[in-house]
């Protein structure tokens, strides 16, 4: 069974910066791809950024050009670094990965979610 345990959440002031760590229990080669969602309060859950067994990365607008994912395969680990953070980005962030099964189903796994919160 596939576990996904995020870190690096926490409380940070409008402008600064955090890196979240999204650490599997297996080889991450097995992934098609991971990423990052967020829910905030009141809202529906949202892709943050995703990236690709290949590295092929993928922003939504929202935290293009302040936000960067990267995977470290030898560690089986992606990292989200959050720069220029805004109160509008205070959301549990979950990280997520999927993979094809011999059926061609997608099967989605998720972390347990991180709290971000940003003050003004």
């Known amino acids: 069974q596939v576990q996904l345990v995020e870190s690096g959440g926490g409380l940070v002031q409008a402008g600064g910066s955090l890196r979240l760590s999204c650490a599997a229990s297996?080889?991450?080669?097995?992934?098609?791809?991971m990423g990052w969602y967020r829910r905030a309060p009141g809202k529906q859950r949202e892709l943050v950024a995703t990236?690709?067994?290949?590295?092929?990365?993928n922003y939504a607008d929202s935290g293009n050009g302040r936000f960067t994912i990267s995977r470290d395969n030898a560690k089986s680990t992606v990292y989200l670094q959050m720069n220029s953070l805004k109160p509008e980005d205070t959301a549990i962030y979950y990280c997520?990965?999927?993979?094809?099964?011999?059926?061609?189903?997608?099967?989605?796994?998720w972390g347990q979610g991180t709290q971000v919160t940003v003050s003004s």
């Open positions: 297996g080889t991450i080669y097995l992934f098609n791809a």
């Open positions: 990236i690709t067994s290949g590295g092929f990365t």
């Open positions: 997520n990965a999927h993979k094809t099964d011999s059926m061609a189903r997608t099967i989605n796994y």
